[in-house]
């Protein structure tokens, strides 16, 4: 059972009106179960209901947006059937039935009853065209089936492997292939979470949107209290997320990253009403972990978080003195493992979720930034990490270490280049598959693929652009994106196979896309659809493989 809301003031977001939280749409007319539709998420407005000759035909969800974005009505609203005939006028044209009616011989007199029939006969046709109309267009634009996409989404890119590979069954949910865009009012900093055929994100507007993924059609959004960077968990059919900023408060030790308030979110995943919020001290800016009912949460404050995702209520909390930024907590083994700054050397942490206390941490001396930002990936009890040491030269290491020990299984030298524009302080994120580790970084152009077990070089493929986000990796291909540039490279061999730009990077002065390399989303694959933020053009774009696969090459890699 929902629990009420507490705290906050939500809103259900409708095209044309705002509601307060919980309320319904008003729908004029038709009674208790006018009313009653209309709780239950229809759209359609005024009409509904409003005679009883009137019969609802319910076009199922929308079309694919156009490529403006604008959303579509939603449903064919009513149609109007007419009064039942009076015995003896041919057809009884009721309930959308037709039936013949058997008296006077009506069935035998042949063509002497034509000229009676005919206007009966085209208004049946028409309305057959209609019915035919409504219901292919139920079918052919219906939502994705339960099995596109997992029942749950409990941590950053749906597993702790952070492969944003979206699990589908059945040939329509292997087969959708969609293509829309819907413009946000802000970046979007954070993959979104795929669950039943509905996308879920954050924005820097503060505001977080669930989409039907095959239309791109927007379901709710939810207003929150500051920046959402985090991507939306999704359990129990309730959507958890955090909010916070990257200002700071305080001097010296009592020095808090984020302004304003910071909190953990929870939502009905329907209606996108609140349930409760848990206030954070300093941003909650990294996407949260869900597991055995408990929510987890390090944040700017110094302080890692266990709430109960049911009731919001605190249960415990950890001051582990580091400054977490956007490094999301792997959950594995009983321990969650994640970064942090200003405790002593930037350091990765893992805390013992039985015992409340750190289990071990691996000091990263060298390191000009990295791991306050980067998640963690962990696999067969080893945990993936990524370090740029040094300032003026950046050396980049990819890290294995074992889960239970915190100990060191390998260390891989990537290479050494300048810092980025960005400052350089960030790291890539490690996707890992079939026993391989897929990573790039943002102060090298390419990317790698490593052997999990050993960390032994594969194949390494430049390219143009430095690489952050977690690699998607499918059977064939290892798809990557970085400032507005989308990549499918052959996954056996590197070899580049498509390349397709969605947005022109901005000077290097704008604000705006400045919020991307802290938290390059990653692009996430379902079925034979591509979902990827459009970095600082505020808009999550969807769009089929093929088109992906079949683009022209890029440039020569500088």
């Not at 459009?534 to 090459?553: S, Y």
Request: hydrophobic fraction near 45%.
């Amino acid at each position: 059972m929902p629990l009420p809301p507490r705290g906050g003031q939500g809103r259900l977001h409708v095209p044309g009106r705002s509601l307060r939280p919980g309320a319904a749409p008003r729908v004029r007319g038709g009674g208790k179960r006018a009313r009653a539709h209309a709780a239950g998420g229809d759209r359609t407005g005024g009409n509904a209901g409003k005679s009883r000759r009137l019969r609802r035909w319910d076009a199922g969800p929308a079309p694919a947006a156009s490529p403006s974005g604008a959303a579509w009505s939603g449903h064919v609203g009513v149609c109007s059937l007419g009064q039942k005939p009076r015995a003896g006028r041919g057809m009884s044209v009721a309930r959308g039935e037709t039936e013949p009616v058997r008296q006077s011989g009506m069935l035998t007199g042949g063509l002497a009853v034509w000229p009676r029939l005919r206007p009966v006969v085209a208004a049946v046709g028409a309305l057959a065209v209609a019915m035919a109309v409504v219901l292919v267009a139920k079918g052919a634009q219906a939502a994705p089936p339960a099995g596109a996409g997992p029942s749950a989404w409990t941590t950053l890119q749906g597993a702790a492997d952070r492969n944003p590979v979206v699990p589908v069954s059945g040939a329509r949910a292997a087969s959708l292939a969609a293509s829309w865009r819907l413009p946000t009012g802000g970046s979007i900093v954070a993959a979104p979470a795929i669950v039943r055929g509905v996308a879920y994100f954050g924005s820097m507007d503060h505001r977080v949107y669930a989409v039907n993924v095959a239309s791109g059609r927007e379901i709710w959004s939810f207003q929150a209290d500051n920046q959402v960077m985090s991507e939306p968990l999704v359990v129990g059919g309730r959507v958890f997320f955090s909010s916070g900023n990257k200002g700071y408060t305080g001097t010296g030790a009592a020095r808090v990253r984020g302004t304003g308030p910071s909190a953990l979110y929870a939502l009905d995943a329907r209606s996108g009403r609140l349930l409760w919020t848990f206030p954070t001290v300093g941003e909650a800016m990294p996407t949260p972990a869900y597991a055995g009912g408990v929510l987890y949460e390090p944040t700017g404050g110094g302080y890692f978080y266990a709430v109960d995702a049911a009731t919001g209520r605190l249960l415990w909390k950890l001051h582990e003195g580091a400054v977490t930024s956007m490094s999301s907590p792997a959950i594995a083994g009983g321990l969650a493992v994640f970064g942090g700054v200003w405790a002593g050397a930037p350091s990765f942490y893992a805390v013992d979720l039985q015992t409340h206390r750190i289990r071990w941490t691996v000091p990263i001396p060298g390191a000009w930034g990295g791991p306050d930002d980067l998640s963690p990936s962990v696999v067969g009890g080893i945990a993936y990490l990524q370090v740029p040491e040094g300032s003026s030269t950046q050396t980049v290491m990819e890290l294995a270490v074992r889960l239970s020990t915190g100990l060191l299984v390998w260390q891989r030298t990537l290479g050494a280049g300048a810092p980025n524009y960005h400052g350089g302080e960030e790291a890539g994120v490690t996707s890992v598959a079939g026993g391989v580790a897929y990573v790039g970084s943002p102060v090298l152009h390419g990317l790698w693929a490593l052997s999990a077990a050993t960390g032994q070089t594969i194949w390494h493929s430049p390219l143009p652009v430095s690489v952050r986000a977690a690699p998607a990796v499918t059977e064939h291909h290892v798809y990557a994106v970085s400032a507005g540039r989308l990549y499918a490279l052959n996954r056996a061999s590197g070899a580049l196979e498509g390349y397709l730009r969605i947005g022109q990077r901005p000077a290097e002065s704008d604000a705006n896309y400045l919020a991307i390399p802290c938290a390059s989303p990653a692009p996430v694959v379902v079925g034979k659809t591509l979902l990827v933020a459009g970095g600082a053009q505020n808009v999550l774009v969807a769009l089929p493989l093929a088109r992906l696969l079949h683009a022209a090459p890029p440039p020569v890699a500088r």
